[in-house]
């Protein structure tokens, strides 16, 4: 079991002007100048809204097929290039089309606070979300439309602040979804502790998170989900794996797959991780699977290989298990089969 983050967007296509972004990326631009030029973000947003459902499914269902021959058995899906409640509904009922259809295990993440959309400030976003698209998710989820896990805030300077951030997350606890959102990416938002308070599943990112925040955490047992594509392609200090494994943190590994972190190989990550945030190979397996699988509330029944779980593993050709984090970029070349339940969903 390896654990992605996912985004829905408008048909390959039309990326071309996503690439365009991410050229400015790699050129120097920082995100927020990139987000306030009106790229970035809105850019996919204005695309999503304009795609049908059945042009994202079928993006989707590409994409998962790449991180499926990668390794990957088991993934989180989000939301969160809406931003109205129309949009929103639509991918997520485009995952849940996914999670019914597709072999691979899909967790459903709802994003609607992924930014602040243009017309509104972050409190009248807040008041949106609560007062009509958490109650309509409530209602859906109710009548079994749809199967939503975990709750998202991008929690940032200028986008949403603390009490933003509480009030979304707590109201969407109330009706039972998990806590799993950005936090203490670009600046100290002491998000690390707002999480721990409330009893966030995990937090992403944590690249400027506090030592008082990595404290709070390991009492409060919140995964810290890193994400060294992230950190690399935006150029943005490493989050501090080697601190938050000492402090006890149960730290996890995702790709954060979106416009800014194009990466569908958790392998890549795993090396990323042990080069750049100086973990060993062990750890970054098991970041990558049990804690993973922690990170979503499912390492119950996923993330390793016991009697009563999940039967989801990979067989590679090479001599050591290692080969798979050391040759970068060679995954295709080692991965044979991927079993899903115990069945072959890939072979080479």
């Given amino acids: 079991m390896l654990s992605e983050d996912s985004f829905l967007m408008q048909p390959l296509k039309k990326e071309l002007t996503v690439l365009g972004n991410a050229s400015c990326q ?3 631009a920082t995100y927020m100048e990139i987000h306030q030029a009106g790229g970035g973000i809105n850019f996919t947003v204005e695309r999503t809204r304009q795609a049908s459902e059945e042009e994202l499914f079928g993006t989707f269902q590409q994409r998962l097929g790449c991180m499926l021959s990668a390794g ?6 989000k939301s969160g290039y809406g931003l109205n409640l129309d949009t929103e509904l639509k991918m997520l009922r485009v995952i849940e089309r996914a999670r019914r259809q597709l072999d691979i295990g899909i967790s459903s993440t709802y ?7 243009k017309g509104k400030t972050a409190t009248e976003a807040a008041d949106d ?15 079994g439309e749809l199967h939503v896990d975990n709750i998202d805030v991008f929690c940032e300077k200028g986008v949403f602040d603390l009490d933003s951030t509480r009030r979304i997350l707590q109201t969407g606890k109330e009706m ?12 100290p938002m002491k998000a690390a502790e707002l999480g721990a308070e409330l009893g966030a599943q995990a937090i992403s990112h944590l690249e400027e998170v506090s030592d008082e925040g990595i404290a709070a955490m390991a009492r409060a047992q919140c995964s810290a989900v890193l994400l060294p594509t992230t950190a690399y392609m935006l150029r943005l200090t490493q989050p501090r794996a080697r601190k938050m494994l000492d402090e006890g943190v149960i730290v996890a590994l995702g790709s954060d797959f979106n416009p800014n972190a194009y990466c569908f190989s958790m392998p890549m990550v795993m090396h990323l991780a042990c080069v750049n945030m100086k973990m060993s190979m062990p750890e970054a397996l098991a970041a990558a699977t049990i804690n ?10 996923h993330g390793s290989l016991e009697v009563g779980k999940q039967g989801d593993l990979i067989i590679i050709n090479a001599s050591r298990w290692e080969h798979l984090i050391y040759q970068f970029g060679g995954h295709h070349q080692l991965i044979e089969y991927v079993i899903i339940k115990g069945k072959i969903a890939y072979k080479k």
């Fill in 292 to 301: 993973a699988a922690y990170a979503l509330g499912k390492s119950h029944t």
């Fill in 72 to 77: 990957t058995t088991l993934v989180e899906c």
């Fill in 26 to 28: 790699l050129a120097g």
């Fill in 111 to 117: 994003c609607g606070a992924h930014s602040v959309p």
């Fill in 176 to 187: 039972g979804l998990q806590i799993n959102f950005h936090g203490d990416e670009l600046h």
């Fill in 129 to 143: 979300i609560v007062h009509n698209h958490l109650p309509k998710l409530k209602e859906l989820s109710r009548k």
